[in-house]
């Protein structure tokens, strides 16, 4: 069975880090590429990051860009997205999903992500 658990939201104030990490099992992660999406309250839910299978090319959402991190661990399955600098706008609930290649994405549906929440 594919899964991708999200974890590692929060509470944290302006200005605060957060890691987050997205646990994949069931399929071969090594070979995907990962994505990173959020959807803030009242708002669509957007791609704010990718990273190819081998971590060698990343794409960031404009507003994100130079304050998140994406990494991924492919001995552990794992993929990461390191938050600093947060933001009042960057509260959201946060999900990842893989894709190989220009194949569809491993979840057609999205779980319960991890919830991030900026506030002083």
């Known amino acids: 069975q594919v899964q991708l658990v999200e974890s590692g939201g929060g509470l944290v104030q302006p200005g605060g880090s957060l890691r987050l990490s997205c646990a994949a099992s069931?399929?071969?992660?090594?070979?995907?590429?990962v994505y990173w999406y959020r959807q803030a309250p009242g708002k669509e839910r957007e791609l704010i990051a990718t990273?190819?299978?081998?971590?060698?090319?990343?794409n960031y959402l404009a507003s994100i860009e130079g304050r998140f991190t994406i990494s991924r661990d492919n001995a552990k399955n794992t993929a990461y997205l390191q938050m600093n600098n947060l933001q009042f706008e960057d509260t959201a609930v946060y999900y990842c999903?893989?894709?190989?290649?220009?194949?569809?994405?491993?979840?057609?549906?999205w779980g319960p992500g991890t919830r991030v929440t900026v506030s002083s």
């Open positions: 069931g399929f071969a992660f090594s070979t995907h590429s």
């Open positions: 990273l190819t299978s081998d971590g060698g090319t990343t």
């Open positions: 999903n893989a894709r190989f290649m220009a194949g569809p994405l491993v979840l057609p549906s």
